[in-house]
């Protein structure tokens, strides 16, 4: 991924000169769509966050869905919700 350079022994440095024909990583903004009930969605989040991806506060706050934009898969067709994350990612 990620190359990190060091000084070499005699405290030269071996980072390549800015002109190099290394391929710079380009910032790429991502958007992220959570459907489902805000158990599911709650749940969601926190295990992004626990994986270190997304702060929970980084995450919309839930916006109900109307009730045939969305399948639920529930007979029971409980009130579904979106939230909405934008993150900026380094793509090499």
Do not use: C
């Not at 190099?20 to 969601?44: F, K, M, N």
């Amino acid at each position: 991924m990620f190359e990190y350079l060091e000084p070499d022994a005699s405290g030269a440095s071996n980072i390549p000169p800015s002109h190099s024909a290394t391929p710079q990583p380009r910032p790429e903004r991502v958007r992220h769509l959570l459907y489902g009930s805000l158990a599911g969605i709650d749940r969601t989040i926190k295990i992004l966050h626990a994986y270190g991806y997304a702060d929970p506060n980084d995450w919309s706050d839930p916006i109900p869905v109307p009730a045939n934009t969305v399948e639920t898969g529930s007979p029971s067709r409980a009130q579904t919700w979106m939230v909405i994350l934008t993150k900026t990612l380094l793509i090499e």
